[in-house]
């Protein structure tokens, strides 16, 4: 009896046992279930983290080993078997070219990296943002090197130490930087010029203004003819001077700016050259000079479409600082046709130039001798001009031999070259728009009209024409509109710029009255396109401020013969 109790009391143990230990292994397995889920959970997230963070993540062991890394999702790369170390995986040139990889090269003891990485094992710690390079391969194989930054999260995974490595390109933002940092100094330098630049321009004025007014004002107190004609002659050479450096300073603004603009016409080359050796030849005349202004024979008939001002404009101004250097001697000029451009040069026989300053001529403001006048803006000037027509300038120059300063031109078109002097056709205007000149008055001398709101330049044309002419004077457009009608001028010259109505506007409405009338714009508007536009809109002609009593009165005879 006692064994039978015995062993149902052991039986009945034996099932509480067993049902505990059921119930713990049920109880471990919801566990490890749940720990599992959460693991899974954990590796889902970390795999989206490692998918879409803009770095690469590596994690390595103190051996430098990847044990896991999103280098090759991010860079499209194939993922091989085989112990990869950072330097194999990231295609570091010393771990490519030594025979066991990465750590095995002799310059790898000396590697930023590695160095960073043993101390952050040894000392058990992180660090953040060491900057350096690394060379990115892409699955074409096309390599990218790229600014980083590299940071490193120690600790101890399975009681091992390992570090997560992020690898944060900064490519984009160094450039950033550097545009910045060249901004910056892009900035403080046109400060710079700009200071510089005003300082050059009070001074240069200033001295043609000082000998202009003060030769001026004794003109009054002169006590000879000679000396009158003396200091006039310094006054028009000053007030060319100052002209000059006005138009330096405008065309200086429009560079700066980038608006220098072109106005493209057929040009015939012969003719503007020809144009040119004329108009030095009767300066050097009347300077005086013992330079004798030389053109070569040209070429058979060449015509090309380009800006005839500003090929003029070039051309000028090496004649110009040919004769300034040549104290007597010969200035010769001419151009070749060298298939696809025109080669022009100026060659003169003057002092030279130093060897080691033939790089620095068409820089701002470099003069090569104080004692020539000018403002060292022309040929820089120049050599904006030719560059933004797609050609080239230079010099060659021998010291006390003399210099050859030549420029190209792109030969893009050729054309047939325009008979001399061509007609403009004007459209007719309806007959009820005719007038009569019952008004005109009855004199010997011919009429002008002068549109010009500024009296002082009124008084001006009234010094320089009044012998010869019978004036009248419109405060504005609409005044000249009127005296059009009534006093039927036989010439007008007319200001753009003035109140009420401007010269355009005044220009079109006397064209609805007469087609024949020359309409003059005598303006203070002086580039291409404001002539192209004054002829566009009805103008005869086109003359700028500050105008020249014989070139004026030249025009005027010629326009009224």
């Known amino acids: 009896m006692i064994i039978q109790i015995t062993a149902i009391v052991l039986f009945a143990i034996l099932l509480t046992v067993f049902g505990i230990e059921r119930n713990r292994k049920k109880l471990l397995r919801k566990k490890l279930n749940r720990k599992a889920a959460e693991l899974e959970k954990t590796d889902v997230i970390t795999r989206a983290i490692l998918k879409n963070v803009h770095a690469y993540v590596l994690l390595i062991d103190s051996d430098h080993k990847v044990l896991r890394t999103n280098y090759y999702t991010h860079t499209g790369t194939t993922e091989t078997s085989g112990v990869k170390r950072i330097g194999d995986l990231l295609r570091c040139n010393n771990a490519l070219s030594a025979e066991n990889g990465c750590g095995s090269h002799v310059m790898c003891a000396i590697c930023p990296i590695r160095l960073a990485l043993i101390q952050s094992f040894e000392k058990k710690e992180s660090f953040v943002d060491f900057e350096t390079s690394l060379i990115v391969y892409s699955s074409n194989e096309e390599s990218t090197e790229c600014n980083t930054l590299l940071s490193g999260a120690y600790l101890l995974l399975n009681d091992k130490p390992q570090m997560v490595l992020t690898v944060h390109d900064i490519t984009r933002l160094k450039k950033a930087e550097q545009a ?322 401007d010269g355009h506007e005044a220009t079109a409405a006397i064209r609805q009255l007469s087609v024949t009338i020359p309409i003059v714009a005598l303006t203070a508007f002086a580039y291409p396109e404001d002539r192209k536009r004054a002829l566009e809109n009805g103008f005869t002609d086109f003359m700028t401020k500050p105008i020249s009593a014989k070139l004026l009165l030249e025009r005027l005879a010629s326009l009224l013969s």
């Open 180 to 501: 910045l940092q060249e901004a910056k100094e892009k900035a403080e330098h046109a400060d710079r010029s700009k200071s510089a630049f005003l300082a050059n321009m009070s001074h240069e004025i200033r001295t043609p203004l000082n000998a202009i007014i003060g030769f001026s004002e004794i003109l009054a107190i002169a006590k000879t003819d000679e000396e009158r004609q003396q200091y006039l002659e310094i006054v028009k050479a000053n007030n060319e001077l100052l002209l000059q450096l006005v138009n330096d300073i405008l065309d200086i603004s429009k560079i700066e700016a980038g608006t220098l603009e072109f106005v493209y016409s057929d040009v015939d080359v012969n003719l503007l050259t020809s144009e040119l050796e004329q108009q030095f030849r009767m300066k050097a005349d009347e300077m005086g000079t013992q330079v004798q202004i030389v053109r070569d024979a040209p070429v058979s008939l060449c015509m090309i479409r380009t800006d005839r001002n500003r090929i003029a404009q070039v051309i000028s101004n090496l004649i110009s600082n040919a004769v300034k250097f040549t104290p007597q001697g010969t200035v010769r000029f001419g151009y070749e046709n060298r298939l696809d451009e025109l080669y022009f040069y100026v060659v003169d026989n003057g002092k030279g130039i130093p060897e080691e300053k033939t790089s620095l001529v068409f820089e701002r403001f470099v003069k090569l001798g104080k004692e020539i006048s000018g403002t060292g803006l022309g040929l820089s000037i120049c050599k904006t001009i030719v560059e933004k027509m797609g050609g080239k300038i230079g010099v060659q120059s021998v010291l006390g031999v003399g210099s050859t300063f030549w420029f190209t031109i792109p030969f893009y078109q050729k054309t047939t070259p325009k008979e001399v002097g061509d007609t403009i056709i004007v459209e007719q205007v309806a007959d009820s728009a005719e007038v009569v000149a019952e008004n005109k008055p009855n004199s010997e001398k011919k009429t002008i009209l002068i549109a010009e709101d500024m009296e002082d330049n009124y008084r001006l044309c009234e010094a320089i024409l009044s012998s010869k002419y019978h004036l009248l004077w419109a405060h504005n457009g609409e005044e000249a509109v009127s005296m059009f009608l009534q006093q039927q001028p036989d010439l007008i010259l007319m200001d753009i710029q003035m109140p009420v109505v």
